[in-house]
């Protein structure tokens, strides 16, 4: 913990304490990938940074936050796959692609070493218990499916996108 009570390694260097402290949702990388690879990337010169999501949820000044989607990454530098898991109140489901299915959170945790991003929310928010749906891969697209599956998992941004969808149908 820093001085402002805020875990490090669960905020950005970049990421001003009240801001995050102000939102219903962040998100916190765990991992740097470089993708598609970096000819000047070596793990020696890589800047690790581990995380401790066996946490059901975490204070942070006087508001908890619990885990709604946590990206993971199966490989290295020069590639590999990404896919996420989310929380719907309570229920979480490991999406892979086309693939939403149900899991545990006892399993997640053991999967936490390929943690590369997590999405946090205050324990507040309310997520609609609907079933994740999978997204098909379209070439190297679990990169952004996986983002996608988290977007989607904030109450308002589907209901933005659902009224986007509306208007210009």
Do not use: M
Not at 130 to 152: D, H, M, V, W
């Amino acid at each position: 913990f820093d001085p402002n009570g805020i875990p490090t390694n669960l905020a950005r260097q970049s990421t001003t304490y009240s801001s995050v402290t102000d939102r219903d949702y962040f998100i916190s990388y765990v991992k740097n990938v470089i993708p598609g690879g970096d000819s000047n990337y070596s793990e020696e010169n890589a800047t690790k940074v581990e995380i401790n999501i066996e946490l059901d949820n975490f204070e942070l000044n006087d508001k908890k936050y619990v885990p709604i989607g946590i990206i993971i990454h199966e490989g290295n530098s020069q590639g590999g796959h990404y896919y996420t898991y989310i929380n719907k109140q309570n229920n979480w489901y490991k999406c892979d692609d086309a693939s939403a299915k149900k899991t545990t959170w006892d399993y997640i945790k053991t999967q936490y070493k390929n943690a590369f991003l997590i999405c946090w929310a205050k324990h507040t928010v309310v997520l609609n218990e609907q079933k994740p749906f999978g997204i098909e891969r379209c070439g190297n697209t679990c990169y952004i499916n996986s983002f996608l599956q988290i977007l989607f998992n904030i109450p308002q941004f589907e209901e933005k996108y659902n009224e986007y969808k509306k208007i210009s149908i």
